[in-house]
């Protein structure tokens, strides 16, 4: 069982940036694929954005393409989402997500086994 707990939420001003993290408890955090996923009020959970075991392939949604990045540090078992140029449509709770296929950056949520529970994230117009 992996635990994910994400943190750095918070307001911020349109034009803004913040930096997500999200903290697992996994034996080798290398052998899970991890990516991020959003859900605004009266919406669906959407896709943000994803990296395999390594980082070196990632995969992100129209929307934030350009905007945000997501990273990961193995050794310190952390996932990382760095969102620039916010938008006030960017405002939603983000869900770290962690799945057990490493391979490839997957945006659907079904390929995710392991779920946070989630951070608060609002912009400012």
């Known amino acids: 069982q992996v635990q994910l707990v994400e943190s750095g939420g918070g307001l911020v001003q349109a034009g803004g940036s913040l930096r997500l993290s999200c903290a697992a408890s996994?034996?080798?955090?290398?052998?899970?694929?991890m990516a991020w996923f959003r859900q605004a009020p009266g919406k669906e959970r959407e896709f943000v954005a994803a990296?395999?075991?390594?980082?070196?392939?990632?995969n992100y949604a129209d929307s934030v393409q350009g905007r945000f990045v997501i990273s990961r540090r193995n050794d310190l078992k952390t996932v990382y989402l760095q969102m620039n140029s916010m938008q006030p449509e960017d405002t939603a709770v983000y869900y770290c997500?962690?799945?057990?296929?490493?391979?490839?950056?997957?945006?659907?949520?079904?390929?995710?086994?392991?779920w946070g529970q989630g951070t608060q994230v609002t912009v400012s117009s």
């Open positions: 997500a962690g799945g057990l296929d490493s391979r490839y950056p997957y945006s659907l949520h079904s390929m995710y086994n392991y």
């Open positions: 996994a034996g080798t955090f290398s052998n899970y694929g």
């Open positions: 990296c395999t075991g390594s980082g070196l392939s990632t």
